[in-house]
């Protein structure tokens, strides 16, 4: 397994060749029968929902939606878990928790998923694309530096694909300028920074609870903070904030809007079970990285993830780069030649965000550019291509992935993806 020997000169399956993967690959299921008998009893009990958008006891939601809350807590160590409808839920409540004025400016990374932005948007308030470093692919601390002008109010950083983004770094730059940081945690549940979780390094930490992360309620999110007014402020705004600031005697009226982000019993009864088993699913996306790792980290041209001291990577994929000037192939012909084996290899991350229509035409709300034409606007940000190099040029030619937590992994299936892989690269003369 350590020397590109086993498939010299084997015909790719791109080329007419063999597939080298021939089992099937199972989608990533975490659900058990935990989780069906926890569900199973919530509806047989009728109470599947019990927040009410008025001020008593259950505008805090029913008992399944606390006992989650708290376990959540206990779990991650924090004082306050709200959880929410969905991660982007989560986003604009914790946007909206954190003061957002109209007009503000929100610095967030282009490599990630287009909710991060669009929550910042929500508000009236205007993304800022800093650039990622290409290490983790995270928000690079200089480039948020650069990026910060009087009118930014906060930066939202993702710990992107698993690994924690530099945190320390970013707190402190958000010291410096008077900022709030939000910390986008969906793909690294239990991934460690220097000591603390990741999602509870920041102000204001979100995850999520989609089918196809670490454990999943369908769909679901979590904030998570340990300061009192933004737990409120987060609660407030996930339940019809409106119809209880008088009752509950609320001093500062700025976002109460009246979203509802509310999760429901079912959910939470998952969530509950979920939860119990997150230590041991993420230890298993780290063993499935590893024995991958091990069987393709002589490749030449192929960067494997990398994993920064003091800090765990949870995989919500395996991330790698493609030097093409060492394997002269380009990135997009090796991916078309790994799919082709069968290998569940993703060509790129995500679009940069900085580029979809939204941004480069500048229109959201309405058809007239706004908020970005507001007389309240009174920056001059800029999504020109080539304001963030390092991201663009990792989607034009130099990123690929394996989607570990879209499938299940075994030895076999393990086995397969390093022999698609190694065929590859063994016979690249071939593809030239």
């Not at 400016?105 to 929500?122: C, D, F, G, K, R």
């Not at 979203?259 to 996306?285: D, S, V, W």
């Not at 994993?307 to 090796?334: A, F, M, Q, W």
């Not at 991201?391 to 393990?414: Q, S, T, W």
Request: aromatic share 8%; hydrophobic share 40%.
């Amino acid at each position: 397994m350590n020397t590109i020997t086993a498939n010299a000169k084997q015909k790719l399956a791109l080329l007419g060749g063999p597939k080298t993967f021939t089992e099937k690959l199972e989608r990533y299921n975490s659900i058990g029968p935990e989780e069906v008998e926890a569900a199973k009893k919530v509806v047989e009990s009728g109470n599947l929902s019990q927040f009410l958008g008025c001020w008593e006891d259950d505008f805090y939601g029913g008992p399944k939606i606390r006992e989650f809350e708290k376990a959540w807590s206990d779990h991650f160590k924090c004082k306050y878990s709200v959880a929410v409808n969905s991660n982007t839920s989560g986003l604009m409540a914790a946007v909206g928790a954190i003061g957002i004025e109209p007009g503000d400016e929100v610095i967030v990374s282009p490599w990630t998923m287009s909710a991060t932005a669009t929550a910042i948007l929500v508000w009236n308030a205007i993304p800022v694309f800093a650039d990622i470093e290409d290490r983790t692919f995270n928000l690079d601390p200089a480039s948020i530096e650069k990026n910060i002008t009087p009118l930014t109010k906060a930066i939202i950083v993702t710990d992107i694909f698993g690994h924690p983004a530099r945190l320390d770094e970013i707190m402190a730059i958000a010291r410096k300028h008077n900022l709030k940081v939000i910390e986008d945690n969906a793909q690294a549940p239990n991934s460690m920074y220097r000591g603390k979780y990741t999602g509870t390094v920041a102000d204001i930490g979100v995850f999520s609870l989609n089918y196809h992360k670490h454990i999943h309620t369908g769909e679901g999110g979590v904030c998570v903070t340990d300061n009192d007014k933004l737990g409120e402020r987060l609660q407030l705004i996930r339940n019809h904030a409106e119809a209880v600031l008088r009752d509950r005697k609320v001093d500062d009226y700025s976002n109460m809007i009246g979203f509802n982000f509310r999760m429901t019993e079912i959910e939470a009864a998952i969530g509950i079970e979920q939860l119990k088993k997150l230590p041991a699913f993420a230890q298993k996306k780290i063993d499935v990285a590893a024995k991958l790792a091990e069987g393709l980290r002589d490749l030449p041209g192929l960067r494997l993830p990398v994993i920064e001291k003091d800090c765990t990577h949870v995989y919500y994929c395996i991330p790698l780069l493609v030097d093409e000037s060492v394997t002269g192939v380009s990135r997009n012909r090796i991916h078309e030649a790994i799919v082709a084996e069968g290998v569940p290899a993703i060509g790129k991350a995500y679009e940069n965000i900085h580029l979809l229509p939204i941004y480069q035409k500048r229109i959201a709300y309405g058809s007239r550019g706004f908020p970005w034409t507001a007389d309240f606007y009174k920056g001059k940000v800029s999504y020109e291509k080539g304001i963030c190099p390092v991201a663009e040029g990792m989607n034009e030619k130099r990123y690929m992935n394996i989607a570990v937590c879209l499938f299940e992994y075994n030895d076999v299936k393990i086995a397969q993806t390093i022999a698609g892989f190694r065929k590859v690269w063994d016979n690249l003369d071939q593809l030239r």
